[in-house]
Nanobody, 121 residues
Framework: QVQLVESGGGLVQAGGSLRLSCVASGRTFSSYYMGWFRQAPGKEREFVAAGTLSGRNSYYADFVKGRFTISREYAQNTVDLQMNSLKPEDTAVYFC??????????????WGQGTQVTVSS
């Protein structure tokens, strides 16, 4: 069982930055693929970013490439999402996720409760 708790959301002006953090409980953190998803009002949840088990490689949705960076700290059981050059269309609830397989192709097994990110124009 893994529990995920996100923090770092908030209100920011367009062009600004936010850093989301996710802390995972459990001893098997290193066994899970970790990533971030988001859900905007009236839209389906969508993939944002994820990393491989080793943490050496990262993958991003096209709409965040060059602006967002995912990072993972195994010693602290955390996975962060640095978001730069934010746009109003980035407004959404952001969810941390963990799974047994590549999160780009398989649904995560575990979800955090979500953290709201609002970008004003």
């Amino acid at each position: 069982q893994v529990q995920l708790v996100e923090s770092g959301g908030g209100l920011v002006q367009a062009g600004g930055s936010l850093r989301l953090s996710c802390v995972a409980s459990g001893r098997t953190f290193s066994s899970y693929y970790m990533g971030w998803f988001r859900q905007a009002p009236g839209k389906e949840r969508e993939f944002v970013a994820a990393g491989t088990l080793s943490g050496r490689n990262s993958y991003y949705a096209d709409f965040v490439k060059g602006r967002f960076t995912i990072s993972r700290e195994y010693a602290q059981n955390t996975v962060d999402l640095q978001m730069n050059s934010l746009k109003p269309e980035d407004t959404a609830v952001y969810f941390c996720a963990a799974g047994d397989y590549d999160l780009r192709t398989r649904d995560p097994r575990y979800w955090g409760q979500g953290t709201q990110v609002t970008v004003s124009s």
